[in-house]
């Protein structure tokens, strides 16, 4: 395997050493493999904890900051966390104002955040749950009863994290969360399999000259295969799939995400392609983020998520923000 790597079995472990070092900012307790903002927990302050596979990064780890996360669990690669993770994460960043669990839809996670939850209220902490299932490309998958949750599930954390840092109690930035899942949408495209460090080959058997129109974070099937389409071709399809599911009343935030292969070159040259099908189809963009945030380890491909934002949205979304993964006002 052409890898960075020292052994598939301390992959997670040395990610976090190497995080901790170059972030100060956090507190990452490697052996029990839960990372939380130094400053935690905040007095006053709704605590949000997220979490899910390693293998996505930044997503969850690195988006724990001022006006963001307040703690992540990472799990070993493709594997969600186990719930002595997600309670450790709530006990280390309740203030009294209750914990928000952002839970994207995969049945391993869906299930230990809620093994969590009922431990971590047994232990005196208020916990809501927030699931995100934002990818309209398939109803059921490989890990997944209903919809994947994936891109959206980094609008979800920027909102509400900063609903939660400016006080706004539980039951507000639990609905804040909800509303922004439930206006969002998301499709994705793989260009080239995964290879996870475990297996050291290929998840999946692509073909050159194919790609999967819908794949999932893990190398899900999609909706199906096509011989490979140019980024304009790709655009029309995504846009298409998503507006097929939702009418945009008002202007949307967009995310042109990287599975973590594709260069920037070519994600911005897709973007263009994005915007224009967006334009041709009447739907106005207040903000645009591209690059590789949740991502499939070493996969090819791209994804496309548009959120449909009131005023408050987007103040939520352009208050400033401070993690390893996304910075912006500070």
Known sequence: MRMLINVPETVVADALRGLAA????????????????????VAGKVGLVSG?????????????????????CPGEVFTSPVPDQMVRAAAAVDSGAGVLFIVKNYTGDVLNFDMAAELAEDEGIQVAKVLVNDDVAVTDSLYTAGRRGTGATLFVEKIAGAAA????????VESIARQVNENSRSFGVALSACT???????????????????????????RERRAMMTSREIADFAVNAILDDMSPR?????????????????????????????????????????????????????????CQIDEETLRLWDAPVKTAGLRWGM
Do not use: C, W
């Open 165 to 172: 840092d400016e006080g706004q109690p539980l039951e507000r």
């Open 22 to 41: 170059a972030h100060p900012e956090l507190t990452v307790d490697v052996e029990n493999r839960v990372i939380v903002r130094r400053d935690a927990p």
């Open 196 to 222: 996870t460090y475990a297996k050291g080959s290929p998840t999946f058997d692509l073909p050159d000259g194919e790609l999967e129109l819908g794949i999932g974070i893990h190398g899900e099937p999609g």
């Open 52 to 72: 899910g596979g390693s293998g996505h990064e930044p997503l969850h780890g690195g988006f724990v900051g001022p006006g963001m996360l307040s703690a992540a």
């Open 250 to 306: 008002n202007p949307v935030l967009l995310l042109v995400n990287g599975m973590g292969a594709t260069p920037l070159l070519e994600l911005y040259g897709f973007n263009a392609e994005v915007q224009r099908a967006l334009d041709e189809r009447g739907v106005a963009v207040a903000r645009t983020l591209v690059g590789n945030y949740v991502t499939s380890l070493d996969m090819a491909g791209a994804s496309v998520t548009l």
